[in-house]
């Protein structure tokens, strides 16, 4: 089994990421625990970031992010790594109407689009491109 198909097996089971973002000086910040609201693959998730006690102004420019995901029965985690921004109201308006979520109108959607990832599993790290 490759290491994407494990790490997509993992994200199934996971119902909640930490959520992070790298700082200018490239140490991870971790910003709240939160849970997705939609996803493509390993590719592109959407967090609703509305109840959470993160500060969008933090996303309002495109920022370089990292999510976590992990199972504590199987000793198995995943980390990607790529960018994080807030979406525009025209953007949320179309998820929201797509993925049928959060009728507020102060919705406040994150994107995250992954370039890496790192499958930590019996040990070892496993690199992979998404």
Known sequence: MTVKRISLELWEQCK?????????????EMKGLVTPISCIGLKTFYFDI?????????????????????SQTIFKSVTLKGCLN?????????????????????CKILKFTSQKGILYSDYQTYLFDI
């Open 50 to 70: 509305t109840n959470y006690q993160i500060e969008s102004a933090l996303f309002e420019l495109p920022v370089t992010g990292i999510i976590c995901y992990y």
């Open 86 to 106: 807030l979406l525009t109201t025209e953007e949320v308006q179309h998820i929201r109407n797509t993925h049928k979520i959060n009728p507020s109108n102060k």
């Open 16 to 28: 909640v990421v930490v959520l992070g973002i790298i700082t200018h000086e490239g140490i991870p």
